[in-house]
């Protein structure tokens, strides 16, 4: 059994909320298959105040094996370096201070969702509280544990990035390290495991046929492919979002609105508006990933020339206005 | 008298920590710390108004489309901006959908399991409970999380995904429902609601909904074994441990009102307090800062106007929350204020026999479940996949905004204030601010502070087990506390 602590800072509590989503199994059934056994997690143990304490003491003093340490939300490190923006409750020590001493003898370190990997949406703004990832500041390498830190597996931390997480993305995470099947190759060069970071949002996106022509969506809510001006980044996001549903058969598309590319790091300042497409002269400034810029324009000036009736109305409208034509072979 | 630090607080949601002053076996007063600042108030500054959909919901991912909704709120207030019905009928549905959820994950996953603690070995009804309810291990859990999982997969529909949705908009919902999809919420919650009268009530949802008194409770109860369901093993539970003489809070409830349509609510806004039922007066709320690691702005304000600069050099101060006051009292916000706001008839009864407790709250919870998941199948049916789902309108270059909601732990509020077309001020009042306040300037102490005082300590206790489930019973969000 690997022994799993799982502890929670500058963050929403968003991507245990999501983990909690995980179906085929529950999570807590998988854990128990894979040999994971939680020693502590911030809504799911029963340890609470000095038990909890006790716990965390155990560790440190080598009584208790750390194998997989999970960090969920960004490292406070303000004010000051000072690490006071967060104070671990009953602890009076900063938690910066107990996760560089974890991640010191865990064997793994996950960083889950975007805050923990690269700081996120706590370090956006003036970021006022100092907020960092645990090995990534936005996409500079460093963050709280510096460039060069290893767990003691020999590895770099690992970014499960999202904002929030799959639950999928998670599980099938621990269950690698579980396996022994983990190893820094199985990352991205943002620290993102492969398995979910090699897809675009894109691949299997249900607006695929507006994309291809591109017949585009003007307000929230239409129909049409969201590239051209509502902000969407899916075809340069980093994730399975559209071939790993969420919820059921939802994902930010399916749901009405635009990709915020959310895996990636300072995905929290884009430097525009979220949900409006910058352009010069009327080209989008963001690109499809691997497309060469004078083939995109040029095929997308083709593909507007050829839009069929039904896509055009299709795209800036709430409803299917126009269902596709049905062909009889007689008559 | 001794002083205990209990914390770091598990099964809420962020970090919580509370100081007890005991005595004689008993809490003589407490202070609670929200130990975590992230500045959302301030991240917020500079960008354009509508990115705080992007923002706003991050704050939390526990009650992220309630963030949502008062968001878009405040937002359509300052573009003056209205609903088509089918965008308020989704409104409704994705926030049912995440309240429900929370309710359900707190009574399964936060607040049950301390009964399951072995310093309750010796009860009578500590075999059952264990065996139900035991943190990670227990039989409920394992039932619970692929109902909780499936009933999200309205989220899936109508939101995308659940936490963090940007479907919720000003003007309605991005997301149209399509006929096949409108036959798959019907389906959805048609199985929830099943598991719920199974599994969490063993009886009909109309039954639970229509309870008039505690009488007819404790009546409907002792009707069946108290294994038959697990509304009625908290009840045993509840019952032998004499819940409703711990954690009495302030009896003065506060609501925003929840669920429009029309410009009618399914539940009524305003303020209670000893039988007198007030109108919501939003002009009353203000906010202080004399013990709050904040620059001490002297006197209260209005969230308005009001100012958020982070500084530990308030030595007064012992947390990183604010103390929201209306018209300078201590109010308790949440289901068991909604309800008796409302005037629900058992709730109101509850609270005049015994007041605000742990049983009180709990009750309200779970009732709120039997009605909202009743009330939802009536909204799918309402959707029109022909009407429009949402207007779309211009934002004005300088405007202010308000945005009230229920969240599942009661009254959220956000104030708006753009100027040159920016966010100039943004002020977000949550739940727990209120229930969770350090003391103000009259030291007034906050609703959990009152309501601990009195609840029993052992003789060697470090995390009392009483005061654990009076902070669980009030379901607090650290993280939308502070934001």
């Known amino acids: 059994m690997l022994n799993l602590l799982w502890l929670q800072s500058g963050g929403c509590g968003g991507c245990s909320m999501s983990l909690l989503n995980a179906e085929s199994p529950d999570v807590l059934t998988l854990f128990e298959n894979a040999g994971i056994n939680l020693l502590w997690h911030p809504s799911l143990s029963e340890a609470t105040g000095d038990e909890c304490i006790t716990m965390l003491e155990d560790i440190l003093n080598g009584q208790l094996r750390l194998d997989i340490l999970c960090i969920e939300g960004s490292m406070m490190t303000g004010p000051m370096g000072t690490g006071k923006f967060h104070i671990m409750g009953g602890t009076g020590k900063p938690m910066t201070t107990w996760v560089k001493e974890l991640a010191d003898i865990a064997r793994y370190t996950v960083a889950v969702g975007s805050c923990a990997a690269y700081g996120g949406i706590t370090a956006a703004g003036a970021n006022d509280t100092d907020a960092t990832g645990l090995q990534f500041d936005g996409e500079v390498a460093g963050g709280l544990l510096g460039k060069e830190f290893t767990s003691q597996s020999g590895d770099q931390v690992v970014n499960i990035a999202g904002c929030p997480v799959h639950p999928d993305w998670v599980t099938e995470t621990l269950m690698s390290i579980a396996l022994g099947e983990h190893n820094d190759e199985q990352l991205d060069k943002f620290g993102r495991p492969r398995m979910y970071a090699d897809h675009l949002v894109h691949h299997g996106c249900s607006r695929n046929e507006f994309y291809e022509y591109k017949a585009s969506a003007v307000d929230m809510g239409d129909r049409g492919c969201m590239m051209e001006n509502m902000g969407c980044k899916g075809t340069q996001a980093h994730a399975d979002c559209n071939t790993r549903p969420w919820n059921g058969q939802g994902s930010c598309t399916n749901g009405g609105y635009p990709c915020i590319n959310c895996t990636a790091p300072e995905f929290e300042e884009p430097g525009h508006s979220f949900c409006q497409t910058p352009k010069v002269a009327g080209i989008p400034v963001g690109l499809p990933t691997d497309m060469p810029k004078a083939w995109f324009v040029a095929l997308a000036q083709l593909s507007k020339a050829a839009t069929p009736e039904r896509l055009k109305k299709n795209a800036i409208s709430e409803q299917l206005i126009y269902p596709p034509t049905i062909h009889k072979r007689k008559g | ?483």
């Not at chain 2, 410009?263 to 806004?269: E, K, N």
């Not at chain 2, 009750?363 to 998941?373: C, G, Q, S, T």
Request: charged share 20%; aromatic share 8%.
């Open chain 2, 1 to 483: 008298m001794s002083r205990i630090v209990a914390g770091p607080f598990n099964r809420v949601e962020g970090d919580l920590e509370i100081t007890l002053q005991t005595a004689s076996g008993k809490v003589q007063s407490a202070e609670v710390n929200s130990p975590l600042y992230r500045g959302f108030e301030r991240i917020l500054l500079g960008h354009k108004p509508m990115d705080a959909l992007v923002y706003t919901p991050r704050i939390c991912g526990i009650c992220s489309v309630t963030q949502s909704v008062a968001s878009a709120r405040a937002l359509a207030d300052v573009m003056n901006l209205s609903m088509p019905v089918n965008g308020e009928l989704c409104t409704n549905l994705v926030l049912a959908n995440e309240n429900i959820t929370d309710l359900l994950t707190h009574f399964y996953l936060f607040f049950m399991p301390d009964f399951a603690r072995d310093t309750y070995a010796d009860k009578p009804w500590f075999n059952d409970i264990h065996s139900r309810f035991k943190a990670t291990s227990g039989s409920a859990a394992a039932q619970m999380l692929p109902a909780r999982a499936d009933f999200l997969h309205l989220m899936g529909i109508m939101a995308g995904k659940w936490p963090h949705t940007l479907s919720l908009q000003p003007g309605g919902v991005a997301k149209a429902i399509e006929p096949k999809e409108r036959m798959r919420l019907l389906a959805i919650v048609a199985g929830f609601k099943r598991f719920l009268e199974n599994t969490l009530f063993g009886d009909s949802l109309a039954t639970i909904s229509q309870l008039q008194s505690e009488a007819e409770l404790w009546q409907w109860c002792d009707e069946k074994d108290w294994q038959q369901s697990d509304f009625r093993r908290f009840l045993q539970v509840a019952r032998v441990q004499e819940l409703s003489t711990l954690g009495r809070g302030t009896d003065h409830f506060l609501s925003f009102g929840a669920y429009g349509l029309q410009g009618q609510t399914l539940w009524a806004s305003g303020s209670y307090c000893q039988g007198d039922n007030k109108p919501l007066a939003i002009s009353q709320i203000a906010e202080d800062h004399s013990h709050s690691w904040m620059t001490n702005t002297g006197s209260p304000h209005p969230p308005a106007q009001g100012i958020t600069q982070p500084s530990l050099d308030n030595e007064a101060g012992y947390s990183w929350c604010k103390a929201p006051r209306l018209a300078n009292q201590v109010v308790e916000v949440g289901p068991l204020a909604r309800q008796v706001v409302d005037g629900h008839p058992l709730i109101r009864d509850l609270v005049a026999r015994s007041g605000g407790n742990v049983l009180s709250r709990i009750v309200a919870r779970l009732l709120e479940m039997a009605l909202v998941v009743q009330q939802m199948e009536l909204w799918i049916k309402q959707i029109d996949p022909k009407a429009p789902f949402c207007h779309h309108g211009e934002m004005p270059g300088e405007a202010r905004g308000v945005g009230l909601v229920e969240a599942a732990r009661g009254s959220l509020g956000h104030w708006l204030e753009v100027k040159n077309g920016k966010i100039s001020n943004y002020q977000i009042i949550a739940p727990t601010s209120w229930n969770f306040s350090p003391r103000d300037n009259q030291e007034q102490p906050g609703a959990l502070e009152q309501a601990v005082v009195g609840a029993p300590v052992a003789e060697g206790e470090k995390t009392p087990v009483s005061v654990q489930h009076i902070v669980r019973s009030f379901d607090p969000c650290m993280a939308c506390t502070v934001h």
